[in-house]
């Protein structure tokens, strides 16, 4: 059985606004990395709080762990199963200290002493942020500060995590530090990562891309066939990665290349073969 299930949702802000997200189906396996990539305002956000609960469908049905998010009173199950981790670090942390930071939800849940600081020191380790469990969350780099942010998520033991936009503040170095540890939790952890962004290179790690646009879905698939569609990508508001682009303008030149190069070092490859063709 998959761990979530949106089945035809659709969400209105207002009675009388548009639809936000429009009949929307899709299902996340168990252990899956999946990319949500849209446009500003094609519905991203919104669909992040439908699956965590924070909002109900104005239609159609989502399923978190077998939990409907219209039955009231299993929301707080809902958001124990998949926690989620916003764009801003400095609105997501507040205590002074790290290890309080990360302690906070588990305290709210009236878990026991001990197992709090058992928790608190695995999350910390898991995010590569043992050694700062004493300091000040405002003393930290904007990679540490969202580090803290996921450890905090993490020490509530949830089986999906929601990252909405969580590397969009940072700089190249804190995007890096962020996606390596969310890649291990996922790897090595088996925690489902829907990870919402409009960074391709990013996107291009997932195992599955969605493509949303004006709030419906436009397409699903791997990276690479999902990258090939240029033109879909280009019609919701989206880049398409500069190797991709770059391999279609030489295929139109007359350079016969795949059309699904991603990386720098996918290019390379195909290019030495032309010339050792030559
Ligand atoms: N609180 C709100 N009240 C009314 N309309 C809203 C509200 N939040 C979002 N919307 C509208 O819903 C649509 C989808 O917004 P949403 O925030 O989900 O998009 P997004 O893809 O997350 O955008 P961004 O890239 O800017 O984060 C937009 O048209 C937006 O204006
Ligand atoms: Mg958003």
Redesign the pocket.
């Known amino acids: 059985m998959s761990i979530i299930a949106v089945s035809d949702v659709s969400y209105k ?2 009675e009388d ?2 639809e ?2 429009k009949n929307v189906s899709f299902e996340v396996e168990e252990g899956e990395f999946l990319a949500i990539l ?11 709080k439908l699956i965590n609960a924070l909002f109900v469908p104005t239609s159609g049905s989502v399923t978190v762990c077998g939990i409907d998010t219209r039955d009231e009173s299993r929301v707080w199950d809902v958001r124990a199963a998949c926690g989620m981790v916003f ?1 801003n670090p400095d609105n997501q942390l507040v205590a002074t200290i790290v290890e309080e930071d990360v302690a906070f939800g588990l305290e709210n849940l009236g878990v026991a002493p001990d197992e709090i600081r058992r928790r608190v020191t695995e999350a910390l380790d898991a995010v590569g942020m043992g050694e700062f469990g004493k300091s000040a969350p405002h003393m930290l780099s904007g990679g540490q500060k969202q580090r803290v942010a996921i450890a905090g998520v993490l020490a509530m033991k949830p089986r999906v995590i929601v990252f ?2 969580s590397t969009a503040m940072l700089d190249p170095v804190g995007r890096a530090e962020v996606m390596n540890v969310v890649r291990r939790l996922n790897r090595e952890a088996g925690i489902t990562v829907l990870w ?1 962004t ?1 960074f391709m290179d990013e996107a291009a790690q997932a195992d599955r891309i969605l493509v ?1 646009d004006g ?1 419906s879905l436009k397409a699903c698939g791997a990276p690479r066939d999902i990258f090939r569609q240029t033109a879909l990508l280009r019609e919701a508001g989206l880049d398409v990665p500069e190797m991709t682009a770059l391999a279609q303008a030489l295929r139109a030149g007359g350079l016969c290349l795949p059309d699904d190069i991603l990386t720098v070092d996918e290019m390379v490859v195909e290019l030495c073969r032309l010339k050792s063709k030559t």
Do not use: F
């Open positions: 802000y207002r606004a548009g936000a997200v849209g446009a500003n305002g094609s519905g991203k956000s919104t669909l992040a764009q909405d936009e919402i409009h949303i709030g």
